[in-house]
């Protein structure tokens, strides 16, 4: 099954505890703090790889978690790093972050990498903490949590030459007949719902990769139908055959069917507008095609003078195999698509939009007799923290005075005995002390 669109949740691993620990050695007295940094948790990196064509994957796993990095040992020994979670997706997808909508990385090249959930750094040892003035802490950090989101993976098939044109103009035929792909064919509109790519092999070694694109219809560009799903196939083709239905079925217009698919083409993407085209004028083993043609070719000329008209039968093979030739041709002189730079530089700026400086700012409410302080600083600090030892609560007093929380608590009212929250973690304002209860 042909899948283009998934959304997954990713979270990078958590780091790992830092641990309190001293050296308990023979003939080391007071041998001081010996407590390691936990390991860095694993980053989530979605890497390209040229043997996927579709996202089916993601529709049986949608959750992916890395690692958390090991916790610190004694000794002083650093606790192990997570190894990096790498996600395999198939060339063409573009990554987007479900929140923002903004397009993280467009992946189109075997091994192209980006990071899109950063694991969290480890947490610091006792040995970290050491001071002339407090040689043997007794204070350590938790691990940082990873990076977590939603993205939206979108898949635009890569393919050297397009095929584009109403419903039940004969792209799937066309397809069949030119390569070894076995597209579903029927006298029905919207027969085809999903890309199907063949590679059509041309002579003395020539080839290229052709896509039978699902059948637009007027309106695509605004979401009529599936517009949205198939057009974003298109804007990888280096090379657009727009097939018509010649005998004009069903009591078309050629001309008309012809103008409204490039209207479509061009309000969904301006750049589709100056691709290069060739018209399949297709269906001419029926009778009246060939007058159509003859009419198509006048009215064309009084608009787009230099685009190529070939007549062709999928069913009879007529002028199929000169079609193939001049598409070849025309690939050769069409450059290919431009490298887009390596994402793996660009993950701090392009990936990552949290600011990782912190300032003093805080704001203090009350809710009955609760104060609740509210900092981006402190409550980083207090989720790292291991809160159960006097050193840590000590650590966190001081903060606290010296972004000036004391002085702001006691302008506001605050008393000995009154309860202070700040995030989970609740405590006893004490007058005139250097920390809390």
């Known amino acids: 099954m042909f899948v283009d669109k998934a959304k997954v949740y990713v979270k990078g691993g958590d780091g790992g505890d830092g641990i309190v620990a001293f050296r308990r050695e023979k003939y080391v007295p007071e041998g001081g703090p010996a407590g390691g940094d936990g390991g860095r948790g694993s980053d989530v990196i979605f890497r390209v790889d040229e043997g996927l064509r579709t996202l089916m994957d993601f529709r049986y796993q949608r959750h992916f978690k890395g690692q958390r990095g090991v916790k610190g040992r004694n000794k002083s020994q650093h606790g192990a790093n997570a190894e990096n979670m790498i996600v395999r997706i198939p060339p063409g997808t573009v990554i987007i ?71 039940s103009v004969g792209k799937s035929t066309l397809l069949s007949v030119v ?159 431009p490298a887009i730079e390596e994402v793996t530089e660009l993950e701090e700026r392009k990936v990552y939009k949290l600011d990782k400086r912190e300032d003093d700012s805080f704001t203090i409410k009350r809710e009955n007799e609760t104060f609740i302080v509210e900092s981006v600083k402190i409550e980083r600090m207090m989720k790292r923290m291991q809160l159960n030892t006097h050193d840590a609560i000590l650590k966190l007093a001081r903060t606290l005075r010296h972004m000036g929380v004391d002085e702001e608590l006691r302008q506001r009212g605050a008393t000995d005995g009154t309860i202070v929250r700040i995030g989970d973690f609740e405590f006893e304002f004490v007058e005139g002390s250097s920390y809390y209860y």
């Open 97 to 167: 972050d479900d929140d923002t909508g903004e397009v993280l990385a467009d992946l189109t090249r075997h091994g192209q990498q980006v990071v899109v959930a950063k694991g969290g750094r480890g947490g610091r040892g006792n040995i970290r903490f050491a001071t002339p003035n407090n040689p043997a802490p007794e204070l350590a950090e938790h691990g940082e949590e990873g990076e977590e989101r939603w993205i939206v993976l979108e898949l635009k098939v890569m393919a050297d030459v397009g095929l584009v044109g109403f419903p």
């Open 179 to 337: 390569s070894a792909a076995q597209p579903k064919i029927g006298a029905y509109h919207f027969t085809t719902i999903t890309p199907n790519l063949g590679v059509v092999d041309v002579s003395e070694g020539r080839s290229f990769v052709m896509a039978d694109l699902p059948g637009l219809i007027e309106g695509a560009h605004e979401g009529v139908g599936l517009g949205h799903e198939f057009l974003r196939h298109v804007e990888r083709t280096r090379l657009i055959i727009h097939v018509v239905d010649m005998a004009g079925s069903e009591g078309r217009d050629p001309f008309d069917d012809w103008q409204k698919i490039n209207d479509e083409l061009r309000l969904y993407n301006a750049d589709l507008e100056n691709r290069p085209q060739i018209v399949a004028a297709n269906k001419m083993d029926m009778p009246e095609s060939a007058d159509n043609l003859e009419k198509f070719k006048e009215q064309v000329g009084k608009v787009r003078p230099d685009l190529e008209i070939m007549p062709i039968s999928s069913l009879t093979r007529q002028g199929v195999q000169e079609l193939l030739y001049r598409a070849t041709d025309l690939l050769d002189q069409i450059p290919e698509a």
